[in-house]
């Protein structure tokens, strides 16, 4: 894939320096968000805004197709994702629901293969 200025894309904070936040896009892409291009106001400390392993989507300011490396910027943008199935409740259980219902997902499951290997044989 090519990418070219203005575009908007989603990337991985895998890297913050004292000059800007290092992102990963895809297996032939990286960049690096300068701390000019942070935010419009003054930026102390570049962890204020990003934070490793969060994904986030970035603006393409400028491609090196050769070396693979994008310089990107966040401030004109919105650039925090929306979680895919919205907002995750905390509740009181936490994953004992999942704790207690594995068992039995693993027994269906083995049965249903069971039943196919089976059918097979015959």
């Not at 995750?88 to 290997?117: A, H, Y």
Request: glycine share 8%; net charge negative; aromatic share 8%.
């Amino acid at each position: 894939m090519s990418y070219q200025e203005g575009d908007i894309l989603e990337g991985i904070v895998t890297g913050i320096s004292e000059y800007g936040a290092f992102i990963h896009i895809d297996e032939r892409y990286t960049g690096l968000i300068h701390i000019s291009e942070i935010s419009n106001h003054f930026v102390k400390n570049i962890e204020d805004y990003v934070t490793i392993g969060e994904s986030i989507l970035c603006e393409v300011l400028d491609v090196d197709n050769k070396s693979g490396h994008l310089k990107l910027s966040i401030k004109n943008i919105n650039y925090k994702l929306i979680p895919r199935y919205g907002k995750i409740k905390d509740t009181k259980n936490g994953f004992k629901s999942l704790q207690m219902k594995l068992p039995v997902w693993v027994r269906e499951k083995l049965k249903e293969i069971e039943e196919v290997n089976t059918c097979n044989n015959e």
